[in-house]
């Protein structure tokens, strides 16, 4: 089992930044690529930002140029850092990770929630 705990969410004026962390325990090493999921109310869970064990970074057409995903192994935590925030990245973000060779995401954090203030 893997536990993901996020952190760094909060009230954030329209234009600003917010760098979200999550940290990860357990069985860590049965896990590869790892991604952070935002919910808006009302609207499906969407994919925001992946990074793989090597780090190779996959976005969201809606946060390319403005979101960077980035991992520290040694720590086994995983830092979404939010630049030009919208009213519309308001949502609870997730953070999840995979198991080698799943395709589906088998663990998730809690949500910690994001709040853009027009």
Do not use: H
Not at 6 to 13: A, R, T
């Amino acid at each position: 089992q893997v536990q993901l705990v996020e952190s760094g969410g909060g009230l954030v004026q329209s234009g600003g930044s917010l760098r979200l962390s999550c940290a990860a325990s357990g069985e860590t090493f049965n896990t590869d690529t790892m991604g952070w999921f935002r919910q808006a109310p009302g609207k499906q869970r969407e994919l925001v930002a992946t990074i793989t064990n090597d780090g190779s970074t996959n976005y969201a057409v809606s946060v390319k140029g403005r979101f960077t995903i980035s991992r520290d192994n040694v720590k086994n935590l995983v830092y979404l850092q939010m630049n030009s925030l919208k009213p519309e990245d308001a949502a609870v973000y997730y953070c999840a990770a995979k198991r080698i060779y799943r395709i589906i995401y088998d663990y998730w954090g809690q949500g910690t929630q994001v709040t853009v203030s027009s």
